[in-house]
């Protein structure tokens, strides 16, 4: 793959400041829940949601295998050609190019596009998790798609879903996927300590509570990387636990850099310094590591019991 615009081989992480690319998160966001929803109603369900995110690529994000009857479909955003891909299982692709299109008119396309592959699918036009959710047919805002910003995003999802890769393999627990969520437009990987958790409050704005507590059945560790919003307007890498348990805002944690959000109730590391970091995997590593240890020495999770022990992390089988 070709760098990407302000990429350097010696420098990969690209900046990403949220301002300059706002309308295009935005929109891009938009598109994912539309796709995202697609996965979501041809799923069988899986615990804590497990079965409607996005995995990153070598292009970019992918549904991956999809079932549709004695078919499959996969349906991939592809960002360096910067076009949607539909394939199925019987050879049949159609594209879409990525580039500056109202949400309604993607909405339709894409629907007409499943449809001429005999892939009739009916998802809720509502977009989830934003307090502001026009149906994606009535959606002529959002319109923005700038290649060279997403193009940034991409690396950095490449970069971020290597780095916590190599962190989730330290965990011999339940662990999730290394995944990424359409509804809140974050990458994230997740630790489970084995114990319940007390009923979660719920309250996101247009998410069901009772996904919401499904998903916060049991405890958990928390970690990923989050591009931005109008709430907080730069992208961070962030860390949290549920249930939070006493101390966890006030643990010392590295690097220096990290600090507690009281408004998201977790801690967030700012993209910008890891992208001007001399050694950015080992600082995201370091982050990742010390607000895992602080959730669960604080929670008491049996860390024996759940993490890799005797070198067996980065073995390579002969």
Known sequence: MNPSPGVSSSHPWPPLPYKEWKDTCETLHLWSQIVGKVRLVQSPWLNHSWH????????????????YGARSFEVQFDFIDHVLRISTSDGAVRTMPLQPQEVADFYRD??????????????????????????????TVHASYDRAAVSRLFQVLLLSDKVMKEFRAR???????????????DLAVTRFSGARAPEHPGGIPNCPDWVTREAYSHEVSSCGFWPGNDALPFPVFYAYAYPEPAGFKTAAVKPAEAYYETN??????????????????????????STYEAAADLGKWNRSELEAQGGLVGRVPR
């Open 52 to 67: 409607v995110p996005f995995y990153v690529n070598a292009r970019g994000i992918t549904t991956s295998a999809i079932p």
């Open 264 to 289: 998201f109730g977790e801690f967030v590391l700012h993209y910008e310094a890891v992208q001007k970091s001399d050694k950015p995997d080992a600082m995201l590593l370091d982050f990742f590591q």
């Open 171 to 185: 965990f011999i627990g339940k662990c999730s996927p290394v995944h990424l969520f359409w509804g809140g437009f």
């Open 110 to 139: 894409f629907l007409t596009h499943l449809a001429e592959l005999e892939l009739i699918v009916r998802i809720n036009p509502k977009p989830n998790e934003m307090p502001v959710a026009i149906p994606f047919d009535e959606d």
